[in-house]
């Protein structure tokens, strides 16, 4: 077995474990991943020669690559993640548990020789900022040059990381191979208590580079609990008003709520003077800092977004960012080389699709994959805040979750104190299939965005930021928002994309004690007045009797919903959400806003 001089001789633990899954994985050979540009020109190359990648257009998208996963590999697999904790009562009831013992052994058979004939590649991987107390180091080995290739851009990769980690033994340990890619031998599977992640028999990003669900939500979450910090799947935006105040914000959204265009904001002309900073659009770590202040950090190096949908009104920044040095997953690849997806301007007559067959405009079939991806540096993103690298991160004013509901959520509302916050983001939803006619749809709950993505049991995690709450002397406020309220025609009220920014500025002044907010049974509204619409089609009569409105009947109902997934937690639920539940009905029922 052949092995690359690049060997951390200092840390024997780290080389004692490479050389325990080499034996187990048996592959050809083994290459220590420094991260130089070198390496980079070097595993491109390897990657195009193999067929693994395809190079794209090198003038009009420089430096950027093309790639296809298998037809069966193309999303997360959340029936095949699971938490390997020693007690299925610490996965909890919303997680998949297996056994450690039966996860070891089930995939050490898959594993055993996978990845014979195949090179391991040990990729040290640096999970936040050089120098910050934020940090976590992993190592991830894997027998695909993609996945390394999209970990140069995800994270802060091979020399930093093993210089930051130098003799400890303190880091997560990650194993992955593409093995066969059958769907009935693919696993992802993470062991908290060994600090350990296993995945095998996919080579799709969201399964396969450990570093971000795997690693920055899930283990990291577990990780979090127990030192005091938090791991959340938030967006971190910085809004500078016209004076040069900065007020930075974190934000929790499900998928499809409009989370990275949040994160990417381009403020409308109405609101001139303001600029709308990027610092993460989908993890932050929080910490509290010596000033009392609840600190964050994006603990990834680059942006791993979903195409179709993103285009130049939509998302300028997003477009920018992607226009060098980026992998491209799953899309239509364009006969002059280029790429394109659905929602995408200038629709092309042909091309190659994403399962890489002839492809036309009329063929009635989508060219590329709804959840296509491109994987690009956030360095390069026009939007990025001076302050995204920062070792100490930035102070958090304010929480916001957000969900997708066609009629029951207002546009924004504060909670009532940090304990009403977490009962209102522990209730989130959005819905998944609601109709253009503005029929409600399938309402999935979704706490605090992190369902699918926390390492432990729900109930244990919501107890973890009521403690946190106590723990913090200056707290962030919590809200809510709703870009997704439908007329009776089925047709969005509010604008939504730049013109965001009028309810962020609404927040940051409630933040401040500038904006005016009246009490509702559901927390504090805005009064109408209070909201921007300087340049918006919607008068202010308009704002309060459907964006602002709150349907008591509406509410009742979707009360007795949230009981419903609150029973599925059990008894770890913590008598503080159902306090707060308790409180809310007494408030819907009276029809006042008097809290009790």
């Known amino acids: 077995m052949k092995s690359t001089d690049q060997t951390p001789m200092n840390n024997k633990t780290l080389v004692a474990w490479v050389e325990e899954m080499a034996k187990l994985c048996q592959p050809d050979k083994i290459v220590w991943c420094d991260g130089s540009e070198e390496e980079k020109i070097r595993l491109t190359r390897q ?16 430096s950027c690559l093309y790639a296809r996963s298998a037809e069966n590999d193309v999303a997360r697999v959340e029936h095949l993640t699971f938490i390997c904790s020693r007690s299925q009562k610490d996965a909890g009831p919303t997680n998949n548990w297996m056994d450690p013992r039966e996860a070891y052994k089930k995939l050490g058979d898959i594993f055993r020789g996978s990845m014979r004939g195949r090179t391991m590649y040990v990729v040290p991987f640096l999970m936040g900022i050089p120098g910050s107390p934020f940090n976590k180091i992993g190592i991830e080995l894997t027998d695909s040059i993609y996945v390394v290739l999209n970990m140069r851009i995800m994270t802060r990769m091979g020399k930093v990381a093993l210089d930051e980690l130098g003799s400890s033994s303190d880091f997560t340990r990650g194993l992955h191979s593409k093995a066969d890619l059958r769907v009935d031998r693919r696993y992802i599977c993470h062991f908290p208590e060994d600090n350990t992640i296993w995945s095998v028999g996919s080579n799709y990003g969201g399964n396969v580079l450990l570093g971000k669900k795997c690693l920055a939500l899930r283990i990291a979450s577990w990780l979090g609990r127990k030192e005091g910090w938090m791991a959340e799947h938030m967006l971190i935006v910085g ?132 959840n296509s991806r491109f994987t690009a540096p956030a360095s390069q993103c026009p939007s990025i805040s001076p302050e995204w690298e920062n070792p100490r991160g930035v102070p958090i004013s304010a929480i916001i979750f957000g969900g997708r509901r066609a009629r029951v959520a207002p546009l924004v509302y504060q909670s009532f104190d940090w304990q009403h916050g977490v009962f209102v983001g522990a209730s989130m939803a959005s819905e998944t299939t609601a109709a253009a006619t503005g029929r409600v749809g399938v309402v999935r709950r979704d706490p605090m965005a992190m369902l699918p993505f926390c ?34 025609t089925g047709k969005f009220i509010w604008p939504g994309f730049g013109d965001n920014l009028r309810v962020l500025e609404w927040i940051i002044e409630r933040v401040t004690g500038k904006a005016e907010a009246v009490e509702s049974p559901i927390g504090y509204l805005p009064k109408a007045n209070s909201i921007n619409l300087e340049g918006l089609n919607i008068s202010r009569e308009k704002l309060e009797s459907t964006l602002l409105n709150i349907d008591l009947d509406d509410w009742i109902a979707e009360a007795e919903s949230q009981m419903e997934f609150f029973n599925k937690i059990g008894d770890t639920l913590p008598q503080e959400i159902l306090q707060e539940h308790q409180k809310l009905l007494k408030r819907l029922k009276r029809g006042t806003s008097v809290l009790v």
């Open 47 to 62: 990657a195009i020669e193999c067929g693994e990648v395809e190079e794209l257009n090198q003038e009009k998208l420089p």
């Open 455 to 488: 390492g432990y049991n729900m109930g244990d995690y919501f107890r973890h930021w009521l403690n946190m709450g106590r723990k913090i002397p200056h707290p962030p406020k919590l809200f809510h928002v709703n870009w997704f309220r439908m007329d009776e």
């Open 239 to 370: 809004v500078e008003n016209p004076r040069g105040e900065i007020h930075y914000l974190a934000g929790a959204f499900p998928s499809a709520c409009g989370k990275t265009n949040l994160a990417m904001l381009v403020p409308p002309p109405s609101l001139r003077g303001y600029k709308v900073w990027t610092v993460g659009d989908d993890i932050a770590w929080l910490r509290i800092g010596s000033d009392g202040r609840l600190w964050a950090i994006n603990p990834e190096a680059g942006f791993f977004g979903v195409a179709p949908g993103t285009n130049w009104k939509t998302n300028p920044n997003a477009m920018a960012t992607i226009q060098r040095n980026t992998i491209f997953t799953n899309v239509l690849k364009k006969l002059d080389g280029t790429v394109w997806w659905e929602g995408l301007e200038d629709l092309p007559a042909e091309g190659i699709d994403w399962r890489g067959r002839p492809w036309t405009s009329t063929s009635g079939e989508k060219g590329a994959h709804p």
